[in-house]
């Protein structure tokens, strides 16, 4: 993130500041972002991690008061305006990211609680209970259309919980284009969303209700068969799934829907393969939420400073993404998945704290002292997935199911039968 990047940033926002300050609207762009990689401390003690390596200069100490001040200063603008900038699929020569000349994407959403502040539950509100109570804490949701393979941010948006998923993915169909394909859960195959997604030039690959009723207008020699939604021409890809372990078979059967209409060029075998690409998003929420927040809530009191939050989440995820995905690439043949976020992030911290890069005359490579880390440390290939989704830690110690989890690894092997239904 060099300097002039932000001061760019900054005039074109209109929040360079008028006369000299104590605290400049730029270094309060890299203590928001620096307060993302210490999300466990308090902004006092993040500004102690950034001036750590700054021996002998003349350093201002500002009080706690001075910090929020000119985090309000600032407002979310330049966050937002940096984020805009900064957001879209890393350059990678990975064969993971793109199929048949695809790019791989992906759109899912999440939820994340902020801090229980009058102003924010105004904005943020609290999700009902059956009994009549709420949540503890507001919350907000996130939705995010990625990249597979490398799980760099496309676009993100975020409303209140009343705001649903397809509404969001409406919005990030704006960055859609074609050459792209889109994966998506079967909450996405709603008729007017999926005229919205082709209306982009993208094509998509989108599960569906099993029990969904679709008139057939053609078979297809694979096995798969042609429908129409809302006037939409679809391919649908029904299939039975089976992994077998030595403890035995699972099955499990999945009805796809696509705009690839060729069997021959995208064969329905392969796009039920390729579906399992969708489970990347479930990693990045995971690195947003549990390795970067370590399960906290968001921080800010207020919704322009959630705003200006979680855009720096965004950013900061984004450039370690983009460290992870400069590193591997230097190996041809590496695989993406096998760069370790935990090393990037803490590879980071370490950064900041140590003032690394910033002098004048500094080498910067693409590599880098992350990159080497991330090459040092490379995680083994990605098993195989053999168990469905379950809660390891339950948020009530009395609802703990995680003696009962079997964590054991098995072999596995898959097999794949497309299903063709009968005339």
Not at 366 to 380: H, K
Request: aromatic share 4%; with cysteine.
């Amino acid at each position: 993130m060099p300097f002039e990047m932000i001061d760019d940033i900054l005039a074109v926002t209109g929040r360079t500041q008028a006369r000299t300050r104590l605290l400049p609207a730029r270094v309060v762009m890299y203590l928001l972002l620096a307060g993302c990689l210490f999300a466990e401390l308090g902004y006092r003690q993040v500004w102690a991690k950034l001036v750590a390596g700054l021996h002998g200069l003349p350093i201002v100490t500002p009080s706690g008061s001075a910090l929020r001040q000119a985090r309000q200063r600032l407002g979310p603008a330049p966050m937002r305006a940096l984020f805009d900038l900064l957001r879209g699929p890393a350059i990678t020569t990975a064969g993971q990211v793109r199929w048949c000349g695809l790019l791989l994407t992906v759109v899912d959403g999440t939820t994340m609680v902020v801090a229980d502040s009058a102003a924010n539950t105004r904005r943020y509100t609290k999700h009902g209970c059956a009994n009549g109570t709420s949540s503890g804490y507001p919350q907000l949701r996130l939705s995010a259309l990625l990249t597979c393979g490398t799980r760099s941010v496309i676009d993100a948006v975020f409303h209140p919980i009343s705001v649903g998923e397809i509404a969001q993915a409406r919005t990030l169909a704006r960055s859609l284009r074609p050459g792209m394909l889109l994966l998506a859960d079967r909450n996405y195959a709603a008729a007017d969303l999926l005229t919205t997604i082709t209306t982009s030039g993208a094509d998509l690959l989108i599960r569906c209700k099993n029990g969904r009723r679709l008139t057939t207008t053609g078979r297809l020699a694979d096995g798969s068969w042609l429908t129409r939604i809302g006037g939409l021409p679809l391919r649908v890809i029904e299939a039975r799934i089976s992994i077998t372990t030595t403890t035995g078979t699972r099955t499990g059967d999945y009805r796809l829907l696509t705009t690839l209409l060729n069997p021959r060029r995208y064969p329905a075998a392969e796009l039920v393969q390729l579906y399992h690409q969708r489970w990347e998003i479930e990693t990045a929420y995971l690195e947003l939420k549990s390795s970067i927040l370590g399960g906290r809530v968001l921080r800010s009191r207020t919704p322009d400073g959630i705003d200006q939050e979680l855009h720096a989440l965004l950013i900061t995820y984004q450039l370690l993404r983009t460290a992870m995905v400069d590193a591997t690439d230097t190996q041809p043949g590496t695989d993406p998945d096998r760069a370790s976020f935990t090393t990037a992030l803490n590879t980071a911290r370490d950064q900041v704290v140590n003032a690394a890069g910033i002098i004048t005359g500094t080498v910067i490579d693409l590599v880098g002292i992350i990159g080497t880390n991330i090459l040092n440390n490379l995680l083994p290939d990605r098993r195989i997935r053999t168990k469905t989704r379950m809660i390891k830690r339950s948020n009530s110690k009395y609802q703990a199911r995680g003696p009962n989890i079997d964590r054991r690894s098995y072999p596995a092997s898959t097999s794949i039968n497309i299903i063709s239904p009968d005339p």
